[in-house]
């Protein structure tokens, strides 16, 4: 593939951006292989060249599958990692909320009285506005000049000041008067949590969240680099052919480090379906957060379709008539969690295309459901 071509794709994969130790028991067939033939299944339905997904049993016993390929000469499997895009945001709420009673943060401070140099973002603006998405802040990764720069230099590492410096615009809406993912409000959150602090997001993930829990193969990219040899390629419709291409292959950091990079705090981390499904299950279950910073973080927010509402960056929904918090990412690779608190169930699924996993995560659910008894 040609440089020009892998340009092409990155532009293509930022503009749909707008839209503990634990002891592992096998698993028996009789979900393990239905869970496989489901994940097959759905990745020869929905054409995506290679998936990686793990469901975790409320007694903790962990299924992990792989279904397709990685590059055209290797199969996926389920150690690979993959880009989680937005689902960054719930790590990075999580990880505020920790920090806020240590630090003197509150979720109703404003964004200018830790960040005064902020532009045209108004300084009124509060940390809880960030955590839910009502900010009003520009999305900036809808914006031509966000794509331009993103794909005019796709081996640039962005810092998050030079982010804050570049990509600003008009408001969506007034603070607190409209919904909008925008990038920006948890790149703030990001700053705000190293103003606070002293020290990195990325330092702060390690030393709180990924070593204690044992989950060695999630980090938060630039902080540290890409293991090559163990990420998924990342496939992408170049050509518009309706036929995706391997977009990696050759490429080094080629398209990843400009993009990913330029997200940071609200779409740089990079993990294992197993970590993630690991950490969820634990964030969910109280093992990270305290009983009154999880209550704040699934305090229903915005109402985003009817029954489902947003939280710190956690859908709150229904499920086939269960409580089921999760949240997607796409980032050339797609990403999605599913926790369902009445049945301590956890499932992740991540792809090396951007499409919506949602039908392959809710399938598995419904393997679970079928074959439980």
Not at 69 to 96: R, W
Not at 199 to 228: I, M
Not at 237 to 244: Q, W
Not at 291 to 300: E, H, R, T
């Amino acid at each position: 593939m040609t440089r020009t071509m892998r340009l092409a794709a990155l532009l293509a994969i930022a503009t749909l951006l707008a839209t503990g130790c634990r002891k592992q028991a096998p698993m028996s067939e009789k979900m393990a292989g239905p869970f496989q033939e489901a994940l097959d299944q759905k990745r020869t339905e929905l054409e995506i060249p290679g998936i990686s997904a793990a469901v975790i049993l409320p007694d903790g016993t962990t299924w992990r599958g792989a279904s397709g390929m990685s590059s055209e000469n290797e199969a996926m499997h389920p150690t690979m990692l993959f880009g989680l895009a937005s689902v960054t945001k719930t790590y990075i709420a999580a990880l505020f909320l920790q920090l806020a009673e240590k630090y003197g943060l509150s979720v109703e401070d404003s964004v200018g009285r830790w960040i005064p140099e902020l532009g045209q973002i108004e300084g009124s603006i509060t940390i809880r506005q960030l955590l839910n998405h009502t900010s009003g802040i520009c999305r900036f990764q809808t914006k031509p000049e966000y794509l331009a720069a993103v794909t005019s230099q796709p081996e640039r590492i962005w810092t998050p000041q030079e982010i804050l410096k570049e990509f600003q615009g008009e408001p969506a809406c007034p603070p607190g008067a409209c919904w909008g993912e925008s990038m920006m409000d948890y790149v703030l959150l990001g700053m705000i949590i190293e103003k606070a602090t002293g020290a990195t997001v990325s330092s702060l993930l390690e030393t709180r969240f990924f070593t204690p829990r044992e989950l060695v193969e999630t980090f938060l990219y630039p902080d540290r680099k890409y293991p090559a040899e163990k990420m998924a390629h990342m496939w992408w419709d170049v050509s518009g052919s309706g036929k995706p291409v391997d977009v990696v292959d050759g490429a080094g950091d080629l398209p990843l480090a400009g993009l990913f990079s330029s997200l940071w705090a609200s779409g740089a981390m990079h993990s294992t379906a197993e970590n993630l499904a690991r950490f969820v299950k634990d964030l969910f279950e109280g093992k990270i957060l305290g009983k009154d910073s999880l209550k704040a973080m699934l305090s229903p927010g915005p109402e985003l379709y009817p029954g489902a509402n947003y939280g710190f960056s956690v859908i709150i929904d229904r499920i086939a008539g269960q409580t089921a918090y999760w949240h997607s990412g796409g980032a050339g690779y797609s990403s999605i969690y599913f926790y369902f608190p009445d049945e301590y169930l956890s499932i992740a699924v991540l792809s090396n295309l951007m499409k919506d996993p949602k039908p392959i995560a809710i399938a598995l659910y419904n393997i679970y459901g079928e074959r439980r008894e």
